[in-house]
C-alpha cells in the first residue's frame, strides 16, 4: 500500500501562484510514476500532469502546459505541482496518484490516490 497526502491547496486571485505537494509514505517512492489530476464540479477527474520514476520525463495537459511544473524529490517521497498564471477554469480538487506499472495519464491505470486538496481561482 501507498499512502498519499496532498496539501497546498487554497484560494488564489488570477494570474496567482500555488504550490501543491503529496507526501508519499508506505512503499518505495521511486518505484512510482507519479501524477496529478484535476475534478472540478459535475466534471469528469482529467489528467494534469504526470512525472516518470526517475523524473527524468514529464507530461503535461494542454491546458496547463507553460504554466504547471510538475517535479519530485525521491529523497523526501514528494511530488510536487508548481502552478503559475493561475486561472479561474485552474478551479478544482488536486489529486496525486501513484501507478506501479507503466508511466500514463490515464486515471484507471493509477493504483494509489490521495484524498485531494482544493484549488480555488477568483477571478
Known amino acids: 500500500q501507498v499512502q498519499l497526502v496532498e496539501s497546498g491547496g487554497g484560494l488564489v486571485q488570477t494570474g496567482g501562484s500555488l504550490r501543491l505537494s503529496c507526501a508519499a509514505s508506505g512503499r518505495t517512492f521511486s518505484n512510482y510514476a507519479m501524477g496529478w489530476f484535476r475534478q472540478a464540479p459535475g466534471k469528469e477527474r482529467g489528467f494534469v500532469a504526470a512525472i516518470s520514476r526517475s523524473g527524468g520525463i514529464k507530461y503535461y495537459a494542454e491546458s496547463v502546459k507553460g504554466r504547471f511544473t510538475i517535479s519530485r524529490d525521491n529523497a523526501k517521497n514528494t511530488v510536487y505541482l508548481q502552478m503559475n498564471s493561475l486561472k479561474p477554469e485552474d478551479t478544482a480538487v488536486y489529486y496525486c496518484?501513484?501507478?506501479?506499472?507503466?508511466?500514463?495519464?490515464?486515471?484507471?491505470?493509477?493504483?494509489?490516490w490521495g484524498q485531494g486538496t482544493q484549488v480555488t481561482v477568483s477571478s
Open positions: 496518484a501513484a501507478q506501479a506499472v507503466g508511466f500514463s495519464r490515464t486515471p484507471p491505470e493509477y493504483n494509489y
